[in-house]
């Protein structure tokens, strides 16, 4: 996971904290997750820093307890730790956690598990979400929708090809659609409670807007523009969602009886 050290820089962090499209994300994940958090009574665990290394601490003041929060790159955890100084983060990696099993009353995990090579590290991960969850402990997790073709055809770019045209400004890895990812959550021991397709306008209509805007001397405009955006969330009612929606929300909750059968508990909530 080298790459994690090198890709990021204090310009890149701050380019990206500006984009229009990083502030349309963060106000519809957010949503997603604060709806769905309640008020947990124990610890809760965010699997990675990105969001709070660049300036959106939402999560954590929403969260009443203990807000807990790791990442494996250097740099963000720094720049993390600048923005939040007095928030518990450590450099850890989310397949090894050093927490203690049934620890924890909720975890976030905002787009952290679809970084991997290796689709074992997904499933692994999984696993290892579930073993320091309560029973009962909720996951919130999202993960690149494979079934949006933009993001299909993104994802089968090379790595390098991607960063030479600015595509992504990291490293992009394995990840899998609705049904493919409740069988992995029950397989871990969890029960799926909603699954959901969400963030619906087109990020390369988003990349674009933003300059447009600045270039053209409009940036006035792109509050209310970026207000406009979430109305997009409409499309996650529509039968076409999945092939709109960037990410594949999900909650899902420890089950009292630890690993489930197969396929068991999930139903089709995707459909």
């Known amino acids: 996971m080298g790459y994690w050290e090198s890709e990021y820089s204090p310009g890149l962090l701050a380019s990206i904290e500006r984009s229009l499209w ?15 958090l309640g008020s947990p009574a124990g610890a809760v665990l965010k699997t990675d820093l990105f969001e709070e290394a660049l300036g959106n601490d939402s999560l954590e003041r929403a969260i009443p307890t203990v807000f807990l929060g790791i990442d494996l790159s250097r740099t963000i955890l720094q720049a993390a730790r600048r923005r939040s100084p007095g928030a518990r983060l450590v450099r850890a990696d989310v397949r090894r956690l050093p927490i203690a099993g049934a620890a924890l009353d909720g975890v976030i995990s905002t787009s952290t598990l679809d970084h991997f090579r290796d689709p074992g590290d997904l499933a692994h991960s999984l696993n290892e979400l579930g073993r320091v969850l309560r029973p009962g402990g909720t996951l919130l997790l999202t993960l690149d929708n494979p079934l949006n073709p933009l993001l299909a055809l993104r994802n089968a770019l090379p790595h390098s090809f991607r960063l030479s045209i600015g595509v992504t400004p990291y490293y992009v890895g394995y990840t899998c659609g609705p049904a493919r990812l409740e069988r992995l959550l029950c397989e871990a ?51 076409t969602r999945w092939f709109t929606g960037h990410y594949v929300a999900v909650v899902a909750v420890k089950s009292a009886g630890g690993r489930q059968a197969q396929g068991a508990g999930c139903g089709p909530s995707w459909v």
């Open 189 to 239: 021991g969890f029960e799926v409670r909603e699954t959901a397709a969400i963030l619906h306008f087109p990020r390369a209509v988003a990349a674009l807007l933003g300059p447009a805007l600045r270039l053209t001397g409009l940036d006035r405009f792109e509050g209310r523009i970026l207000g406009a955006l979430p109305r997009a969330e409409m499309l996650r009612r529509w039968p």
């Open 22 to 36: 990083r502030r349309y994300n963060d106000m519809v994940v957010d949503d997603f997750v604060t709806r769905r």
